[in-house]
């Protein structure tokens, strides 16, 4: 396993494997809602953001209504995500769960957590522990107001950015505002205990919620944990025409939420990678 941002020479660092195999989590983000994971909060991934990818290195160009200028932007409604609250993932060390969850509490709760530091924790480095997300919701427009908005705008990028590739705008971004940690076995109730030793005083208690064999961290805000994205059309001008929708059928994995997935959106990395921005 490499976490995710780290450089290796000669490596793209766009997409990053969370793991060999598939893990639940991800898998289940990617099959019901057609969703890209990323591996780090940032605050860019918003609907409307436009990037391109190069050999796997995802460049971040702006926010299209930048390139608008005064005017309404379509309109974005923000739905909540229940059933991602029953899915965890794959077990996996502390010491690499907690590299990639740091980045995301952080964001969440405005502090940094340092979790990985904690002496406390640095005894349970081996433990195998599952991670999940919960208070999760979605913030999208829909792919007929995206098509129509860049109709009417006639919009173009800047010369100065000539020769990019295929060009990605995104139309949903998943928030969630908990992580929690879980973990089987004899060991369960000290890691638990641990794990909320090293917390207290960081954030307010209330935030906080432990179990014998679960931590829940609660943020006071929400972070991006996957994006969905539509391909730009542009012509020969550089001018911003529309949308291309991907020609892959949506795959329903839950009934009561395939209607999300009417729209086939474009597939970035494989099922087991998860995206950054490459800065």
């Known amino acids: 396993?490499?976490?995710?941002?780290?450089?290796?020479?000669?490596?793209?660092?766009?997409?990053?494997?969370?793991?060999?195999?598939?893990?639940?989590?991800?898998?289940?983000?990617?099959?019901?809602?057609?969703?890209?994971?990323?591996?780090?909060?940032?605050?860019?991934?918003?609907?409307?953001?436009?990037?391109?990818?190069?050999?796997?290195?995802?460049?971040y160009l702006g926010n299209v209504a930048e390139l608008?200028?005064?005017?309404?932007?379509?309109?974005?409604?923000?739905?909540?995500?229940?059933?991602?609250?029953?899915?965890?993932?794959?077990e996996m060390r502390w010491g690499a769960a907690v590299g990639l969850a740091e980045p995301f509490l952080a964001a969440t709760t405005g502090v940094g957590l340092d979790l990985e530091a904690s002496?406390?924790?640095?005894?349970?480095?081996?433990?195998?522990?599952?991670?999940?997300?919960?208070?999760?919701?979605?913030?999208?427009?829909?792919?007929?107001?995206?098509?129509?908005?860049?109709?009417r705008q006639d919009m173009g990028l800047p010369e100065t950015l000539g020769g990019l590739g295929a060009l990605y705008i995104v139309d949903?971004?998943?928030?969630?505002?908990?992580?929690?940690?879980?973990?089987?076995?004899?060991?369960?109730?000290?890691?638990?205990?641990?794990?909320?030793?090293?917390?207290?005083?960081?954030?307010?208690?209330?935030?906080?919620?432990r179990s014998n064999s679960a931590v829940q961290i609660t943020g006071v805000r929400a972070a991006a944990f996957g994006i969905t994205c539509l391909e730009v059309t542009v012509d020969e001008q550089g001018r911003l025409r529309g949308i291309r929708l991907a020609t892959r059928e949506p795959r329903a994995a839950a009934t009561d939420v395939a209607l999300m997935q009417a729209v086939p959106h474009v597939a970035l990395g494989e099922g087991n990678e998860l995206m950054q921005f490459d800065d």
């Open 172 to 209: 949903s971004a998943l928030y969630a505002k908990e992580l929690s940690f879980s973990v089987d076995g004899e060991s369960a109730t000290k890691f638990t205990l641990d794990l909320e030793a090293s917390i207290v005083g960081k954030v307010k208690p209330d935030l906080v919620l």
């Open 68 to 90: 608008a200028g005064a005017g309404e932007t379509p309109r974005v409604e923000e739905v909540r995500l229940p059933h991602l609250t029953y899915e965890k993932s794959s």
């Open 119 to 151: 002496a406390k924790m640095e005894r349970h480095r081996e433990t195998r522990v599952r991670v999940s997300l919960g208070r999760t919701s979605r913030r999208f427009c829909s792919a007929l107001g995206i098509a129509s908005w860049l109709e």
């Open 1 to 59: 396993m490499r976490r995710p941002g780290r450089r290796e020479k000669g490596v793209a660092v766009g997409f990053s494997a969370l793991c060999k195999s598939g893990d639940p989590l991800l898998k289940f983000i990617r099959d019901t809602y057609g969703a890209v994971p990323v591996s780090l909060p940032d605050n860019r991934w918003n609907p409307f953001a436009i990037f391109t990818v190069d050999r796997d290195r995802v460049r």
